[in-house]
């Protein structure tokens, strides 16, 4: 899939959910996390604007794109280091949608973005099927304050999207 001519790399899926996610769920802000070209977070930040949505998109890559888009802002991060951002990260209003989509540090990502999400924040993990193991046990230790969300989950069919049982609501 492309966005104003560069590739997004997301399926036909993400391409459906997440604009009814941003309409439905309404966050106020949005942490990408692994920029690659740039494009999705251009994409989100557009769809935003069309729901007259003022949330901001936080993109943070170890090489992020050189370039500026109304609604974004790239930020050079190391996600192996993601804990060097917790104080940056706790400035950022909620309600929060969390995109993982580095596929580096999952624990370490997991573990912090767990001690900043409140109630009804979301995280999705991207590309999912490779990074099942660290997900399963962070969800042994914190499975409690979470629910797989299903709806969006399992919308065009049991994970169909490339999240697989990875689209988190945070519930306490």
């Not at 580096?104 to 991207?126: Q, S």
């Amino acid at each position: 899939m492309h966005w104003k001519g560069q590739p997004v790399f997301k399926t036909v899926y993400e391409f459906s959910l997440y604009p009814m996610m941003l309409w439905e769920l309404r966050p106020a802000t949005i942490i990408e996390l692994g920029s690659g070209t740039g494009s999705s977070a251009i994409w989100l930040s557009d769809v935003l604007r069309q729901f007259d949505n003022p949330a901001h998109l936080f993109s943070l890559d170890i090489t992020p794109p050189n370039t500026t888009y109304e609604g974004v802002t790239f930020i050079e991060a190391d996600i192996t280091r993601i804990e060097e951002f917790y104080s940056t990260f706790r400035s950022y209003p909620k309600p929060w949608l969390v995109l993982e989509d580095a596929h580096v540090n999952i624990p370490g990502v997991l573990n912090c973005m767990h001690t900043l999400m409140k109630a009804d924040d979301y995280l999705i993990i991207e590309d999912s099927t490779a990074k099942q193991r660290d997900i399963d046990i962070f969800m042994q230790t914190y499975g409690n304050y979470y629910k797989v969300d299903t709806r969006y989950l399992d919308f065009f069919g049991l994970n169909a999207s490339s999240a697989l049982n990875s689209v988190f609501k945070r519930v306490q």
